[in-house]
């Protein structure tokens, strides 16, 4: 099997999710098969925001909906309070639903327009009934209030609100459930950028009032630095580098790492702007390149990353990266 | 060559709908230079597409525009009723935000930037399409040979938008609009392709209009830009005054909501309270009123005129951030713990922003 390696797994008590060799792969046509994620691992403890950022079609939203078993599992294990929820079924796999929520990209289209705001946040609390407790109006109230959209407006319809608010509600309805984990894919990219920051403010209030654990998912690398305690940098279906955010800005090791960062509008002053002209195309899923996924637009590519996959190392405290060539990086004291 | 080469003045657009006018575009006025590139920043809504598409002659026949837009001393909205095609594709060209939509998909590449050379240009069939090739090649697109007999679905989203590029180049025009033209895109890609329309633009000696929400790639990329609020240009300065010292309130804002990398993680961010207003029968009054943190009496009674050197550095505001006037503004509020406007602030936070 194709692997990252082990490395950046942590050996603590308080870790509560643990993520290991995550294969992910969809069937087209008759014989091939798009190679979405190829053995990724990661853990998240207990009150820590991870991010996954990279671009389009490196599989992040595959790993976070594979979390969540909304795409089959190939291989690999997902260890969520001693269970694996990758080998989970039916009832069994249901009652782990409610601890890990998840909120969407699209505020707008992940509620249901013909239903009242309140009837869409309530629905989860009606389905689980007796085994979670309390639901009433007034447990509606209190979260639409915590989310900051008026309980009074909560007999309208979704088209009724702006797409910050939509994605606020969206946030209540997964608080509803008292989750463990938050799974957000790419809350913000559809917001307009004054709305942004209210509802990045709003996760951060949410995560501490209600000690959340939250994988946060987006390719914008100045939001998922804002809101990570740690990031990890994926390209093609593999994990490049992870590390903890202000270290791994501050140091970035791998050449595509320092490519993202050198390609943003403002670059990171950590790096060269000339390192952003990554050339050629992203190589297809169906056919990833042997070696290191990389190779084929790395500028330090050589015989070694043709050959052998990187595996990933520790490049000094909680840091790792999987590249044959990570950039040096001269430390200032 | 004094004269610049586009000049827009109190340019005013309305939809009727159901529902009452839309004033999507309310006095807006800019200068463009030869060569020159002038960025419009602005939320949705704020009505930099529809200010786009106006120049473009693509509105709705429903809109009901007011204004003059010249260009190189030929007024626009004439050619426009007078038919003629051929200023539009030719002197004035456009890049649309999503490739995937603005190609047409059962169409070969290379066609469809041939059509455009065919029919403006007049050239035969054989002369376009080597030409596309050529543009193409000029677009940074490798194999163009082999490219100009694909489809739109066979591209990247990234190669796409560069054939659109060279179709828009096809004609040699003297401006190009460029709305949104990476936001579909990832970013590096983005990079690469500001990077072309850099090149393209210094070469030919072409200007610009670029629309985008991005602060930064309006900060890194325009010589000029132009902050659009509900309809309207609140402030334009040369791109490095504009974000260096910034004067109307929704700028300063916009500025420090975003989050930066270079600020450590979990930094709280400092969010523009509200949402932008509704442009149906708005208020007499400063349409960021409701929202700004330095809102004053006066702001809710009357709109504020554009004032300040236009070309250089100009805003519409009763009370300017990073004045006198405007601190004092502030600090009223704060000691009042509320605006006019009825918007609430923490003295605390403040301090600690």
Known sequence: MAGSGLAPLRDRPDVLLRVEGLVVEFPVGRRDVVHAVSGISFDVAEGETLGIVGESGCGKSTVARAIIRLNDIREGSVMFEGKNLAVLKGEELRKS???????????????????????????GLKVWGSQMGAWSEGRIDELMHAVGVDPKFGDRRPHQFSGGQCQRIGIARALAMDPKVLICDEPVSALDVSVQAQVLNLLEDMKVRYGLTLLFISHDLAVVKNVSDRIIVMYLGKACEIGAADELYEHPRHPYTRALLASIPEPAPTVEVSEGDIEGELPSPINPPK???????????????YEDEPQMEAVGGDHFVACHHPVAVSIDV | MAEPLLTVRDLSVRFPTTRGVVQAVNGVEFDLEEGQTIGIVGESGSGKSVTAKTLMNLLPRTAEIDGEVMFDGRDVRELAAKGEDHFW??????????????????????????????????????????????????VGIPEPAKRVAQYPHELSGGLRQRVVIAMALACQPRLLIADEPTTAVDVTVQKLLLDLLDDLRKERRMSMILITHDLGVARGRCDEVAVMYAGRIVERADSHSLFSDSRHPYTDALLRSIPRIDQPSHTRLDPIPGRPPELINPPVQCAYAPRCRFAQRSCLEEIPEVSGVVGMHSFACHYPANTERGEAALQANLDRGETAGGLHLHAAAEGAS
């Open chain 1, 291 to 305: 070696g290191c996924r990389f190779n084929t637009r790395c500028p330090h590519a050589d015989e070694i990353c």
């Open chain 2, 89 to 138: 594709g030719v002197q004035m060209t456009m890049v649309f935000q999503d490739p995937m939509t603005s190609l047409n998909p059962v169409k070969r590449c290379g066609e469809q930037i041939a059509e455009t050379l065919r029919y403006h240009m007049g050239h035969d069939k054989k002369k376009a399409i080597s030409e596309s090739i050529d543009l193409l090649e000029r």
């Open chain 1, 97 to 123: 639903r409610p601890d890990l929520q998840m909120i969407f990209q699209d505020p707008i289209s992940s509620l249901n327009p013909r239903r009242k705001v309140r009837d869409v946040i309530s629905e």
